[in-house]
């Protein structure tokens, strides 16, 4: 693990205008820069980079953070991968936490079968294109395929030399170790011999999602019928052929720039769609589609496009991957090409234009895809079209999403001309038999949601208790420190001896204020973020009187870092469109009058929601009861709700509410 101490030193020395500028052109803007974003096509500027404040923000996808938190968006790197990228950059030294002589080792092993790995593809490239062979064989087969060097070099291709063991002995002179070679995959031994697994065979590296060799696939050169076309290299403690996409690290910035996926099957297949211009392309290499794979798409979008040959035996053995997208939440679409075709020989034959122009108007949701494909078998057979119907619907019960589960179910109801109510009862069923099956496995803890239904909140009182959060968090950000005057009723007797309302003035910081207000009323923020930055905020007031933001920001925690950077960037957004060039005057929210009237507003709007749910909460438990048998009870929990109802009164007339305060 790296210590936090080089983290520190990572965050210390990595500027995040300096990085950033490696990827995004950045102009001058005030005193921040802007540029075009790396995550949408745009042609005006909406990402922000804060040289103060050490942060960005992208305002057409809404992504926003740290340096950390760009090179994990932008490369899809993990957290410690982008540690380490920044540390390379800025040539720090990178510490790890003390491990276990076991751990040494097995990290020493992980690393050695990647140097070998890295070494292994050296090699094979280097024979490929600098030896007679590779030139005669390798090099031809490929260019035959239409690849061009750019092509090979970007795809580090490669070529194993057709001798027993050439690449073994040329590892060992280097001092590579057998055992590594062993476990690699790349050398077989038996007993005394060692043989080379990829000898005459074309090579195909594959690479994890941040770079790295990971194994081989090798593709047979010769009519040898009794040796296997492609053969991959073995499971082993850095490749597990479920878990890893080919294709993947090229295509991850254009499927998250494309908001799409294209799923194919072969390593051809991608090299040759990444060739035309489509770079958003990755492969199973052959294997059957896993839910590993899926969720590693779902790191980059949530719309996958499988592309089948034109071979209808093929596509049918491939139905169930649809299934197990569907079922990890993601939207599946799918193309198949004409008669003889793949995804490799479709792409060579057309332009770019028409390739793009086919995928697009063949395009199709996996019910009508299903539909095509298997309608002729049923024909007029109404037992058969009755099990092609179960089958659409058991594909429709993966999907998690309720709302898309019913459009779909609208979808099949026309295309198969039955009625939504018989297709819902299939549904029904079929969610009984999961639940019965579920009933026999051990038992899990439930949800605590679901014993809570006395305080349940609407979806509306939930965003808009967000947004009270939200500017209460802004307000300590931005004006934790400062001191303004604030203004606050109390209630006091006059000389007639009425209860009134009595306006006082005092000073206080912006923090004091909110955090009084909050403990009086015993409130904790429901946003689990907000509340979390409000501690380390409070935390840091009463350590040393002050807020440092960078602290926050440069947190482990991505989704705090990016909270804190919408608020303060958000702030700020107005350079963006170059407002006062256009003599568009701001108002300035900076202002103490202003600052104090925002604290306290949203101080009483938090208030009269938590009065509502405290209402709604007694009213619930008021059902419950028999006014007969409870009567005492009853007429107590009455008392409460008309007391809490003539509060909610009182903090509505302190806001200069003119209207009567309302409980659903």
């Known amino acids: 693990m790296i210590t936090k101490n080089t983290i520190d030193k990572v965050f210390e020395t990595a500027r995040v205008e300096e990085v950033i500028g490696d990827f995004v052109q950045l102009r001058k803007a005030g005193s921040n820069y802007k540029g075009l974003s790396p995550f949408a096509d745009e042609r005006t500027p909406s990402f922000m980079v804060s040289p103060v404040k050490q942060i960005w923000k992208d305002f057409s996808s809404g992504k926003g ?8 968006e932008h490369e899809h790197y993990t957290y410690p991968e982008a540690i380490r990228y920044l ?23 992980r690393e050695s079968m990647f140097l070998v790995s890295e070494f292994a593809r050296d090699y094979f490239h280097d024979t490929l294109l600098k030896t007679e062979k590779g030139k005669a064989i390798g090099l031809s087969y490929f260019k035959e395929r239409g690849f061009t060097d750019e092509t090979i070099q970007k795809f580090e291709l490669g070529y194993a030399p057709d001798v027993w063991d050439a690449f073994t002995k040329a590892a060992l002179e280097k001092g590579y170790q057998l055992e590594f070679l062993e476990k690699t995959g790349l050398t077989i031994v038996k007993d005394d011999k060692q043989f080379d697994r990829f000898k005459g065979r074309v090579i195909f590296p594959i690479h994890s999602m941040s770079g790295r060799v990971l194994g081989f696939g090798g593709r047979i050169l010769t009519s040898d019928k009794k040796a296997a076309k492609y053969v991959n290299s073995p499971e082993s403690d850095i490749y597990h052929k479920s878990n890893v996409l080919y294709g993947i690290y090229h295509a991850k910035q254009s499927i998250a720039k494309e908001d799409n996926c294209y799923l194919v099957e072969g390593y051809t297949d991608v090299i040759s769609f990444y060739q035309k211009g489509i770079h ?42 649809i299934d197990l997208i569907l079922e990890q939440g993601m939207n599946v679409k799918v193309v198949a090409f004409p008669d003889g075709e793949d995804p490799d020989s479709f792409a ?11 995928l697009h108007d063949h395009a199709q949701d996996f019910i009508r895809f299903k539909v095509s494909l298997l309608m002729d078998e049923v024909k007029n057979d109404p037992v058969k079209k009755a099990g092609l119907i179960r089958d659409i619907v058991i594909s ?28 819902f009862s299939e549904l029904a069923q079929l969610a009984r038999k999961e639940l019965r099956e579920a009933s026999q496995k051990p038992s899990q803890q439930t949800s605590s949601t679901f014993e809570v239904v006395k305080n349940k909140i609407s979806s509306k009182k939930i965003n808009q208790l967000e947004l009270i959060e939200s500017e209460l968090i802004k307000a300590l950000l931005i004006y934790g420190t400062l001191k303004v005057d604030f203004k606050d009723s109390v209630e006091v007797e006059n000389e007639e001896g009425d209860i009134v309302l009595k306006e006082i003035n005092y000073e206080n910081t912006v923090a004091n204020e909110i955090y009084l207000h909050l403990q009086d009323d015993e409130v904790e923020f429901s946003n689990q973020f907000f509340k979390e930055i409000y501690y380390h905020i409070i935390h840091q007031l009463n350590q040393n009187e002050s807020i440092n933001t960078d602290l926050l920001i440069s947190g482990n925690d991505i989704n705090i870092s990016k909270s804190i950077t919408d608020i303060l960037m958000n702030y700020e957004r107005h ?12 108002k300035d929210k900076g202002a103490k009058s202003e600052i104090s009237m925002l604290v306290m507003d949203n101080i009483l709007k938090l208030r009269l929601i938590l009065i509502e749910n405290l209402i709604n909460s007694l009213k619930f438990e008021i059902k419950e009861l028999s006014y007969n048998d409870n009567k005492e009870i009853y007429e107590e929990k009455m008392r409460e709700i008309f007391n809490y109802i003539e509060l909610g009164v009182k903090i509505n007339k302190k806001k200069g509410r003119v209207t009567g305060f309302y409980v659903n």
């Open 280 to 321: 958003n392309v990755v492969a199973s290499s052959g294997t059957a589609l896993t839910p590993e794979q899926i969720r590693l798409i779902s790191r980059l979008t949530l719309n996958i496009t499988v592309l089948f040959d034109g071979d209808a035996a093929g596509i049918r053995a491939s139905l169930r991957g």
């Open 396 to 423: 429709i019960a993966k999907i998690p999403n309720n709302i898309q589960r019913e459009i779909y179910v609208q979808e099949c109801a026309k295309i198969m001309d039955i009625s939504e109510r018989v297709l």
């Open 348 to 358: 060579k034959k057309n332009s770019l234009e028409d390739l793009q122009q086919y």
């Open 65 to 72: 953070g740290n340096v950390i938190s760009f090179i994990m």
């Open 87 to 109: 540390a390379k950059k800025y040539n720090i030294e990178i510490e790890e936490t003390e491990q276990s002589e076991e751990q040494k080792q097995q990290y020493n092993e």
């Open 575 to 586: 350079e963006l469109h170059r407002w006062h060039e256009k003599d568009i005057i701001v």
